[in-house]
């Protein structure tokens, strides 16, 4: 990813930036909404709750990027 991105600069860097933050954060929330749901360490699933509404919030912020 970083190599992509810097071969890249202005907009093509910027669109390119913007589609690895989103992806980045859908598989985040992704990844959280499961264990939070199906974890088996009381402490992490704990954590993945309480994480996951600040994850979702930056992938909505993504999402406008």
Do not use: K, N
Not at 9 to 22: I, K, V
Not at 43 to 60: D, E, G, N, W
């Amino acid at each position: 990813m970083l190599s992509q991105l810097g071969a890249l600069s202005g907009p093509g860097f910027d669109r390119l930036y913007a589609q690895m933050q989103l992806a980045g954060h859908r598989e985040a929330v992704a990844l959280f909404s499961s264990y939070s749901a199906t974890g088996e360490d009381p402490r992490l699933v704990s954590f993945a709750r309480t994480t996951l509404p600040r994850l979702r919030h930056h992938l909505s912020m993504a999402r406008r990027l």
